[in-house]
Each structure stands twice: as C-alpha cells, then as structure tokens.
C-alpha cells in the first residue's frame, strides 16, 4: 500500500527565513499529491497541490517541488512569517474516490 | 456556506458507551469523506460517500463503526461500545467528484475514558 513519510518531525526557522519541509512517498503511480496546513485544534487546510505531470507549482508565499524520480516532494514556504506556525501534512490521492494517504507531519515553529 | 461544520467538537464519554458525530459537508459538495487522527499522526482515512451511496471503507473502520448519508446532504458517524483506543480526532472532508481538492471540518475530538 501507499505510505508517505516526512524526512524531519520538527523545524524550527527565524521570521523571514525560508522555510522547507520534505516529503517521501511509496508508489510511484501517485499521480497527485498535496499540501495540507493544520493548526492545533483544527482540521487540515488547503495549501497547494501539484500533479505527476509538473515538477513545480508556484502560489502565494509557497512552492511546491516534484521529483518523481526519487519520489519525493517538497514545500518552500519564502519570508515565514508567525502565522505559518503549525503542522504540515503532505497528502497522496490514492485510488479512486480522491481518499487521501497522509504523512506524519512536520511542526513547523518560527522564532521571532 | 461557512464550510464544513462538525459537531460536536468535544465529546468525553465512557468506555463501551454508544456517541454519534455529525458532519455537515460544503452544500453543493456530493463527496464526504471520514478520517481519523491521533495525536502527533497524520489523518486516516475511514470512509466516504458519493451521495447516500457510501463508495469504500478502510479495514480501519471495525463493526462497531457506522457511517451513514441517508439523504446525500450529512453524514453521521457511530461508534458503538466504545474502547479507549477509540480516543481520536473525527475529521470529515468534503469535494466535487471532479475536484480533488478536500475541505476538512474542525473535526470533533473523542474522549474515551
């Protein structure tokens, strides 16, 4: 079955720093993956997403890198600021239904 | 439409009682999803519907878990005799069928004590 994995359980960054949180994953026929945001007490948030058919995605603040060859994704968060303080999930879609296989999570804290 | 509403948000309850959570989904969203989380895990997934019809469930979910979506509008979600390896957080999700991307709830945290 799928498996992700994230490679550090904790980063910790100053204000302004840019921030990269890295991914593994198991089946080379995922052919989408996202990123999720969580903070403590709420359910996971919609960062950005990307497709096997890219390597790269640019949104607000974010990046997200493919390498499908290594299996392995990544998010750039540029300037982090406080408010980007929290977990960060990268997610597989697995099979059909859009069901999503989560990684352990990254806490990501910003020291002023 | 605020999003997807969960409720309760707490829930205590002893061992080997019955609890229900409810889940409101995004209103023109057919797809609803269930997902569990423990502490310091990223979410599981449980089950989830395409309307009423509920499409797929997780070797996660045991007998004592139930889901329904009678109407394709909320879903419910019961676990009965409950154990303390129950204690999680209840995430639902939310979609398009043709949109990957999910919504998740503030989830409802169960308690078993």
């Known amino acids: 079955g799928e498996s992700v994995g994230l490679h550090l359980p904790t980063l910790s960054v100053q204000e302004g720093d840019n921030s990269i949180i890295n991914c593994a994953y198991s089946?080379?026929?995922?052919?989408?993956f996202i990123w999720y945001k969580q903070e403590s007490g709420k359910g996971p948030q919609f960062i950005i997403d990307?497709?096997?058919?890219?390597d790269k995605r640019q949104g607000q603040r974010v990046t997200v890198l493919l390498n499908k060859t290594v299996k392995h994704l990544s998010l750039q968060i540029a300037a982090t600021q406080p408010g980007d303080s929290a977990v960060y999930f990268c997610a597989v879609v697995t099979g059909g239904g859009n069901k999503l296989t989560f990684g352990t999570g990254t806490q990501l804290k910003v020291e002023l | 439409d605020t999003g997807v509403s969960q409720d309760p948000r707490h829930k205590i309850t002893k061992r080997g009682q019955n609890v229900t959570f409810r889940c409101d989904p995004i209103s023109e969203h057919n797809r609803l999803y269930w997902y569990r989380q423990t502490l310091g895990q990223g979410p599981e997934f449980l089950t989830y519907f395409q309307n009423e019809a509920q499409l797929e469930k997780s070797r996660l979910l045991s007998d004592r878990f139930s889901a329904e979506r009678p109407k394709g509008s909320f879903s419910t979600l019961e676990i009965q005799r409950t154990e303390q390896g129950d204690s999680a957080m209840y995430l639902c999700a939310s979609s398009l069928p043709e949109d990957t991307e999910a919504f998740f709830g503030q989830g409802t945290r169960l308690t078993v004590v």
């Open positions: 990307i497709r096997s058919n890219m």
């Open positions: 089946n080379s026929a995922s052919d989408y």
